[in-house]
């Protein structure tokens, strides 16, 4: 089966090209996609050569190199065939889809393709009433959601995001959305402000400030939360400066073969430490659910949007940055 994908072919290298595809079994569905959201930190890793899988880093002449590879995990659809095993969705309904299928490349998962042929277990029915748009991005902001929901915090407790990302926005609306005086920390003045505006959402840009001198007066008796998002172990070291004892610290970002952290040092203030990565069905159910409430908020993220043939110049402008970008749809 033929179908149409974004290919990295090489490092910094982008390309919209037909690709092969197995054909459907009785145990997959067809998805003929209309949307799909880039992840710009992960995509984006696996662009540079960096990634070989998930979370595991490409280490140099070990590794097979990580090229033709069809990246992303996230779009919504319209569901196009239904195998004779699956009898809870119909052709023509609208769903989100994860990874489909391809064949010829590093990887024979693809997520920027369509159509995109995959088991039952990676489909979601969206719910009337809402824009399908709105849970185009639904893995990553899940990521997000489950950043915000493993610390244990209280009404009112200080919580920290670094990074203003979009995994940083949704761990800092879900922190928020659990009552929490959130600190969101970033360089980006436009992502910013869109955060900034509710009585209990701070926000701090590192480059004019110092983040953690903001933080410790904000939080005068110390955070109970902290959230890395942007990948950096010094940020994890510099969390214990100002979460309060018994406190909770989360990882949530790619730190690729520098992940080097002293143990020695979080245990004299009794720290918990969290570490989250990809996707799980009933985070995926819950976080679908906030943002069909209102709670998670995703359009007013999307910032550009480019047909899918296009994918070259949307990588340019996500990889330059020569002007606030933040969440880029594909349209297809």
């Known amino acids: 089966m033929q179908a149409n994908a974004v290919v990295f072919t090489a490092p910094n290298t982008v390309e919209y ?8 079994g009785p145990a997959d569905v067809v998805v003929r996609v209309t949307h799909s959201w880039i992840s710009n930190g992960t995509e984006g890793s696996f662009l540079r050569g960096e990634r070989i899988e998930g979370d595991t880093p490409y280490s140099g002449e070990h590794d097979p190199w990580p090229f033709p590879v069809v ?3 996230q779009k919504i659809g319209i569901v196009e065939w239904v195998g004779e095993q699956i009898t809870d969705l119909a052709v023509g309904e609208t769903v989100f889809a994860t990874m489909g299928k391809v064949e010829g490349m590093y990887r024979e998962r693809a997520g920027q393709i369509s159509p995109s042929i995959g088991g039952r277990d990676g489909i979601w029915k969206l719910p009337d009433g809402v824009d399908p748009l709105a849970f185009s991005g639904l893995v990553l902001t899940q990521v997000g959601y489950n ?10 407790d200080g919580a920290i995001v670094i990074g203003d990302g979009l995994v940083g926005q949704w761990s800092a609306q879900t922190l928020a959305w659990r009552g929490a005086q959130v600190l969101l920390v970033g360089r980006h003045p436009d992502r910013l402000e869109k955060f900034a505006n509710a009585p209990y959402c701070h926000v701090v840009n590192a480059h004019e400030e110092d983040w953690v001198a903001k933080a410790k007066a904000l939080f005068p008796g110390g955070a109970q939360a902290a959230v890395d998002t942007v990948g950096s172990i010094e940020v994890m070291e510099q969390f214990q400066q100002v979460v309060r004892r018994c406190g909770h610290l989360v990882s949530a970002g790619f730190y690729g073969t520098q992940d080097a952290m002293a143990l020695q040092p979080p245990r004299y203030g009794e720290y918990s430490v969290d570490l989250v990565s990809g996707w799980q069905p009933r985070r995926m159910d819950e976080t679908l659910h906030l943002i069909a409430a209102g709670q998670l908020q995703t359009l007013p993220l999307i910032t550009h949007r480019f047909p899918a043939a296009q994918a070259a110049d949307a990588w340019a402008l996500i990889e330059s940055k020569r002007e606030p970008v933040l969440g880029v749809i594909l349209d297809w």
């Open 71 to 73: 990246a992303g995990y």
């Open 147 to 156: 950043a915000g929901t493993r610390p244990k915090i209280e009404i009112g």
């Open 17 to 24: 090209a037909p690709v092969t595809t197995p054909e459907p």
